[in-house]
């Protein structure tokens, strides 16, 4: 007590970080059962490292989407730290949610949600060289199968809301911690199903979800640039079938199911530039200064895009040399900016086929959730506490060219955002659902204090 010097920083109960504005320690007194110690960081950043280990060893695939495992590691952890989480079974394999809360000063406000999923896509093993699910410590990154996406990230926000509480600082507003069990098939199981079964027990007036990142040279080169995603792309998938006359091989013809799909392939995919400005796209030029960097990411952000993701014909197995087939299929993953209208887009695409030998089918429906406001206090204070971090960074919104969970909330008009707050570089975050997937330990770990800076601020 003694040593507590004259007008020291402080936190109190009240969350914020302030100057203590007694004049001498005992005066302070009034104030003195409101301090909340600092976390031991050092001890926290080994835990936390173990954690994510232990938590990439777990491999929580999609499909099935089985979230067992993965969630009684993490309400363990919980429950260590003195938190009653609970567990929410949506499928009949294993497909496990979990909701665990932090009361905050005002209990009539609506919380904070901190959103992360405990799946991860599958692996391509052979590809890897190393143990997808080893998650080893090598040149100065965690190895694995959701290091990145985002078991790392799930970790962060989970340790900052544990610190926080082992810090006595109580948030401003409750913060509700939901991870869920199936991201990475459409959450149909996940956050739509938690959203149509216990909305009541989430009803958030804000969502911090995946998504954004800060990188010296994927927005930009050379710069320093956080994204925090305050939108993403919707997605519209869909499927070209083509209809010709089966045949023999030695005999061409010129209604080939084939030759009729690759034409209306290349037709389909011939679409015009966007012309209708974004303005959130119309703000991240401004905000690195006038030129993007050229990668599939940031190309991704900027329009609509088709990657044409699987062909099928042929008859037999394995499908003959010799044989014309009748059918020929093929899908296109099309990603649409906000504010696109997916009926019209489909139609444009129909109508360039122009061929009534092919038809194209819907497989997916296109959330347009528009853009959440970069406006808000939580946006104010995540960019605060990057800065504190980074102080010559650019902190700007982004789109994301992906899509996550939070768009089931940003739906609903609730300010939802992708914040991810390390730097990373343009291969790392490439390694996303692909192999080599890893996460900077530096990175990881300065996160947890970026994420904890964000939880103890006003919002
Ligand atoms: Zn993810």
Not at 112 to 119: A, M, R
Not at 151 to 165: C, D, F, H, R, Y
Not at 330 to 358: H, M, W, Y
Not at 426 to 451: K, N, W
């Amino acid at each position: 007590m003694r040593n507590i010097p004259r007008r020291r920083r402080h936190e109190c109960r009240r969350g914020t970080p302030r100057a203590c504005a007694t004049k001498t320690v005992m005066m302070c007194l009034l104030c003195f059962p409101l301090f909340a110690a600092e976390p031991d960081w050092p001890g926290v950043e080994k835990h936390a490292l173990e954690l994510l280990q232990k938590y990439v060893r777990i491999a929580s695939v999609n499909p099935p989407a089985n979230t067992v495992e993965a969630a009684a590691l993490i309400k363990g952890e919980l429950e260590a730290a003195g938190f009653t989480p609970k567990l929410y079974s949506s499928g009949p394999d294993g497909q496990t949610n979990l909701i665990v809360r932090l009361p905050g000063r005002d209990r009539s406000k609506k919380p904070l949600l901190l959103l992360n999923h405990f799946d991860v896509v599958p692996v391509d093993a052979k590809a890897w060289g190393m143990d997808p699910f080893a998650a080893i410590i090598k040149d100065g990154q965690i190895w694995g199968r959701g290091a990145l996406d985002m078991k790392g990230l799930a970790v962060e926000q989970m340790t900052a809301l544990i610190e926080l509480k082992r810090a006595g600082i109580v948030p401003p507003r409750d913060i509700v911690m939901l991870s869920t069990c199936d991201e990475e098939s459409n959450g149909k199981l996940g956050i739509q199903w938690m959203v149509n079964n216990h909305f009541d027990e989430l009803d958030p007036a804000y969502v911090l979800d995946e998504g954004g990142a800060g990188s010296r040279e994927l927005f930009t080169p050379g710069k320093l640039v956080f994204g925090i995603a305050v939108g993403q792309k919707q997605s519209l998938w869909l499927r070209l079938s083509a209809k010709g006359t089966a045949g023999h091989g030695s005999q061409p013809i010129a209604d080939n199911a084939n030759t009729i799909l690759m034409d209306a392939i290349r037709k389909a995919m011939n679409a015009p530039p966007a012309t209708k400005p974004v303005p959130v796209v119309e703000e991240m030029k401004r905000a690195v200064g006038g030129t993007f960097a050229n990668n599939k990411f940031i190309n991704a952000t900027l329009d609509n895009t088709m990657s044409l993701t699987t062909l099928q014909s042929g008859v037999g197995s394995p499908a003959k040399v010799n044989v014309i087939p009748s059918t020929a299929e093929a899908t296109i993953d099309c990603r649409l900016l906000p504010g696109v209208n997916a009926d019209e887009f489909q139609s444009d695409i129909k109508a360039r086929i122009n061929d009534p030998r092919v038809t194209v089918e819907r497989l997916s429906e296109p959330v347009d959730a528009g853009v959440s406001s970069a406006g808000t206090p939580l946006f104010a204070a995540m960019r605060t506490a990057l800065l504190k971090e980074h102080p010559t960074a650019v902190v700007m919104p982004m789109l994301v060219p992906y899509g996550t969970d939070e768009v089931r909330l940003r739906i609903r008009g609730i300010p939802s955002y992708g914040f991810m707050p390390m730097v990373l570089d343009t291969a790392t975050i490439a390694t996303m659902h692909s192999d080599q997937e890893r996460i900077p330990v530096v990175e990881f770990l300065r996160g947890i204090r970026i994420y904890f800076d964000v939880l103890r601020s006003d919002y």
